[in-house]
């Protein structure tokens, strides 16, 4: 089975620039995290989305920082406009929820350089 | 108060030798689940193993399992017969409000570098 997918897997921009990062769950899970990885700050959860609702978006830095599910296969997060702040890794996970066990399967991650 | 802490500085082990990483959590929910999490220097976070709070036996998966101390509050990770690739970073986890149609975040520590030596 695949596992979720995340592209691009690297991308580099210029401070200003729209950035728009894509993830796809695994084939049946119910609910979708987006997770920023920093030196600084360690693992962080942005938000999270329950059958494509979103649930709870309180760890999103600011009004930059947008999340979309519009299906229960895709989901976008966009940052407009990037700063040289956003440079990290952004997880995408999604879990089966808890008839399925409560696991997060990590995608493999974007990493992000804003210049 | 941190949710998890994970103080061990960087933690070496000799192949083929058994390493405990130490994780302690704090919580009040009555309902709540542990993970661990490894990330090679590839970047990628692998899930290892989960505890539930209600579980009456330690988790074990292959070469991994989990020193489940309730009452104190502790979830070391014990990986045995330790092999090259097992160098990593090791992440403690827990997931609160793990009622049946609840889903909540996954709180991480701060994580332990493991080196193991040839």
């Known amino acids: 089975d695949a596992g979720v997918i995340q592209s691009p897997r690297h991308e580099v921009t210029e401070m200003g620039q729209e950035v728009t990062l894509r993830c796809k769950p695994i084939?049946?899970?119910?609910?979708l995290f987006w997770y920023r990885q920093t030196m600084m700050r360690g693992l962080e959860l942005l938000i999270y989305?329950?059958?494509?609702?979103?649930?709870?978006d309180s760890g999103m830095p600011e009004d930059r920082f947008s999340a979309k599910m519009p299906n229960a296969s895709f989901s976008t997060l966009k940052i407009q406009p990037s700063e040289p702040r956003d440079s990290a890794v952004y997880f995408c996970?999604?879990?089966?929820?808890?008839?399925?066990?409560?696991?997060?399967?990590f995608g493999p991650g974007t990493r992000l350089l804003v210049l | 108060a941190q949710k998890i802490t994970q103080t061990q500085p960087g933690m070496f082990v000799q192949e083929k030798e058994a390493v405990t990483l130490d994780c302690t959590y704090d919580t009040s929910d009555p309902s709540y689940g542990l993970f661990w999490y490894k990330q090679p220097s590839s970047g990628e976070m692998i899930f290892l193993i989960y505890q539930g709070s209600y579980d009456q036996q330690n988790a074990t998966e292959g070469r991994y399992s989990l020193n489940f101390q309730k009452a104190r509050k502790s979830a070391n990770l014990v990986i045995s017969a330790s092999q090259l690739g097992d160098s990593a970073m090791y992440f403690c986890?827990?997931?609160?409000?793990?009622?049946?149609?609840?889903?909540?975040?996954?709180?991480f520590g701060k994580g332990i570098t493991l080196s193991v030596r040839p």
């Open positions: 996970a999604s879990s089966m929820g808890l008839a399925g066990g409560p696991t997060q399967y």
């Open positions: 989305f329950n059958n494509n609702v979103p649930i709870d």
């Open positions: 084939s049946g899970h119910n609910s």
């Open positions: 986890a827990m997931r609160e409000n793990l009622r049946l149609g609840a889903n909540s975040k996954l709180t």
